[in-house]
C-alpha cells in the first residue's frame, strides 16, 4: 500500500502529465499546490492560479515582469501580469480551454523559480 506522501506526489505528476489541454478540476490543483513547496504561495481562485510578491521598487518590479514574460513567450503560455512600485501579481489560466491544465501548474512553477532567483517570494494575497 503506497504511503500518504507517495499518493500526493502522484497525484502532481498525474496532474503536470497529463495532455496540455486536459481541464483540472479546482480543487484538485489546490491540492497540488499544497504538495509541491515549489508551488508555496500559489492559490486556486476563480477558475485561476494566483500569486503576488512584494519587490523592492519599481525598476525591480518591472524587470521581473520582463523575465516572466520572457518565459512566457518561450513556453507559448501566458499569464496575466500587474505589477506597479512594489508589486507583481500573476494570474494563470489555459485560456484556450477555459480552465486550470497542466501548462498552468509548470508556468506556475517557472514563475516561482523567477521570484526565487530574484530573492523574492509567492504569497497567496487572496
Do not use: Y
Amino acid at each position: 500500500m503506497a504511503s500518504m506522501s507517495e499518493n500526493s506526489a502522484a497525484d502532481l505528476n498525474a496532474l503536470l502529465s497529463a495532455p496540455a489541454k486536459e481541464v483540472h478540476a479546482e480543487d484538485a490543483v489546490a491540492a497540488a499546490l499544497s504538495q509541491d513547496e515549489s508551488l508555496a504561495g500559489w492559490t486556486v481562485r476563480e477558475g485561476r492560479l494566483h500569486t503576488a510578491c512584494q519587490t523592492p521598487d519599481f525598476a525591480s518590479a518591472l524587470m521581473t515582469v520582463n523575465q516572466i514574460a520572457a518565459a512566457a513567450e518561450a513556453a507559448d503560455h501566458h499569464p496575466d501580469l500587474e505589477f506597479g512600485w512594489g508589486r507583481v501579481a500573476v494570474s494563470l489560466v489555459s485560456h484556450d480551454v477555459s480552465g486550470l491544465t497542466s501548462r498552468d501548474l509548470r508556468m506556475a512553477r517557472t514563475v516561482s523559480q523567477i521570484l526565487a532567483g530574484e530573492g523574492l517570494t509567492a504569497e497567496d494575497h487572496a
